[in-house]
């Protein structure tokens, strides 16, 4: 079947860290790759996007690269600040027109400390 | 600004009671969608609307009763709830449903269920 797998938080880091959060995933045909973030006290935010294998997504520093052969889809920021504390989730979304589902992650707790 | 507001943001009521949540979105979006969000769980879709239709109801139990009068305006009413209902209910719109991954959150009801 598919599902995500993320590893588990939660992580703490001190401010200009590297950050890694581990997602890999096992899916039918040729899924797209998603992080969503939720900052404290408010919903889910999509992060970025990958559609189609090496793809990298990125956005506020963060990155990400669709590796097909892995089955991975990692999120990293080379310099991690504090409001970065948030929950992250990684997704994938599968099939096609009206019967496209979104699968989550459990999502992983980020800490950043001054 | 994510352009989706969900009131009330807290409710406490008893396993007797009926309550409605409510959610809107100022985004022209077509598909709405309600959340539930449990601690070490994965996030549930409870129901799916596509231009003010039901798509999807994910075996979720009677005393939750969703309700779009249009496609700005969702609803979850609930009665006779229980204990174990008590979690971050989310709400979420997207251009259409065939967009469904890229979703635009709210920022969430906390429901707890005495």
């Known amino acids: 079947g598919n599902s995500v797998t993320q590893m588990e938080g939660p992580v703490t880091l001190s401010e200009e860290a590297f950050l890694t959060i581990n997602c890999t995933y096992t899916?039918?045909?040729?899924?797209?790759l998603f992080w969503y973030v939720q900052y404290p006290g408010e919903g889910l935010q999509l992060l970025l996007k990958?559609?189609?294998a090496d793809d990298k997504g990125s956005n506020k520093g963060f990155e990400a690269t669709y590796r097909k052969e892995t089955t991975s889809f990692h999120l990293e920021k080379g310099s991690v600040q504090v409001s970065d504390s948030a929950v992250y989730f990684c997704?994938?979304?599968?099939?096609?027109?009206?019967?496209?589902?979104?699968?989550w992650g459990l999502g992983t707790s980020l800490a950043v400390n001054p | 600004e994510t352009g989706v507001t969900q009131t009330p943001r807290h409710l406490v009521m008893g396993m007797t009671n009926k309550k409605s949540l409510k959610c809107e979105q100022h985004?022209?979006?077509?598909?709405m969608y309600w959340y539930k969000q449990s601690a070490k769980k994965p996030l549930e879709l409870m129901f799916v609307?596509?231009?003010?239709?039901?798509?999807e109801n994910n075996s979720v139990p009677s005393r939750f009763s969703p309700e779009c009068p249009n496609s700005s305006h969702l609803f979850l009413h609930l009665h006779t709830l229980q204990p174990e209902d008590s979690a971050l209910y989310l709400c979420?719109?997207?251009?259409?449903?065939?967009?469904?991954?890229?979703?635009?959150f709210g920022p969430g009801t906390r429901l707890l269920v005495l």
């Open positions: 979420a719109s997207s251009p259409d449903k065939f967009g469904q991954e890229t979703q635009y």
């Open positions: 985004l022209g979006h077509n598909a």
């Open positions: 609307y596509n231009f003010k239709e039901q798509t």
């Open positions: 899916a039918t045909g040729y899924p797209s």
């Open positions: 990958a559609t189609k």
């Open positions: 997704a994938l979304s599968v099939g096609a027109g009206n019967n496209r589902k979104l699968i």
